[in-house]
């Protein structure tokens, strides 16, 4: 008897390490099934859920219900040679970065330029675009350059790369949520400029009725690019190498002709990897 129980017993746990095994497999299984199904840890698996702004033209905008402009077409472009698909929400510029590394969205898409303090929040893929600060006045003012803006009440939108500019220059800024609050500001003549993203700037001054101006333009210090979580590389990575695809078929320099007709390029500015030759707009039409 103690020997058929002992056989019992050892039967019943070679049975248990069987289950427990397979269990394990199973588990594997599903873990392997779920990154093949989902590899770049989306928030829905072929949809790429991308933070923008609806105000910032010709950059990010929302027209006619659809989000649009530069960096938003140039995602969808992007997208499309990872196979994925882009679902635009948007946002306030001063919450995206952190809306992102939160895996609220899964990349962030609004000129966003490269800094090493935003560097701490988010992981950066390659620059697609550079851009210039512009200065927004009211129509009339007398401010003509950058270096005139000590004791101006100097507006700009929160969390911005002219915000961080006002700052370094001791200018005090005001600070706004988004583009159109900046706006009211100068046609309310409550505000003597606005530091703006220069193309942003361009538009608004050409849709403000002849209420701004613009006063100015600097090259902006590093290039924009789309942000993606902390630590999530084959995302990143994903998208760098498709961004090259855009560049090399011209969709690239298509986007550019379209949005900033007649805007030089740097020469010293290569998109993506750099590693790409661009084609001229003539070329890729």
């Known amino acids: 008897m103690r020997i058929r129980s002992a056989l019992t017993r050892a039967a019943a746990l070679g049975a248990a390490a069987v289950l427990a095994a397979t269990a394990l497999t199973a588990c594997g299984d599903d873990a392997s099934t779920s990154e093949a199904a989902n590899p770049y840890g989306l928030l829905q698996a072929g949809v790429l859920r991308a933070g923008t702004l609806t105000d910032a033209p010709p950059n990010v905008y929302l027209k006619d219900g659809k989000f649009t402009g530069f960096d938003n077409d140039l995602l969808t472009a992007v997208a499309a040679k990872a196979g994925l698909k882009v679902e635009f929400v948007g946002t306030d510029f001063s919450a995206l970065l952190a809306q992102v590394n939160n895996h609220k969205f899964d990349v962030g898409s609004s000129s966003i330029t490269i800094t090493e303090a935003r560097k701490k929040t988010v992981d950066f893929g390659n620059g697609y675009d550079f851009g210039y600060f ?105 998208l760098n190498k498709a961004l090259d695809e855009v560049i090399a078929d011209g969709t690239w320099s298509k986007l550019q002709a379209q949005y900033y007709p007649g805007r030089p390029i740097p020469a010293d500015f290569k998109p993506g990897s750099g590693t790409v030759a661009v084609p001229s707009p003539s070329a890729a039409s």
């Open 134 to 238: 512009g200065l927004d006045v009211p129509a009339g003012s007398a401010i003509s350059g950058f270096d005139q803006l000590a004791g101006k009440r100097v507006v700009v939108v929160q969390g911005t790369v002219q915000d961080d500019y006002a700052t370094r220059e001791n200018l005090n800024p005001v600070r706004v949520p988004d583009y159109n609050g900046a706006i009211n500001q100068l046609k309310a003549g409550t505000a003597d400029a606005w530091i703006a993203p220069a193309e942003i700037g361009d538009t608004s001054a050409a849709d403000s009725g002849g209420k701004i101006k613009v006063a100015a333009k600097q090259l902006s210090p590093a290039p924009t690019a789309y942000a993606v979580a902390k630590g999530n590389d084959k995302l990143r990575e994903a």
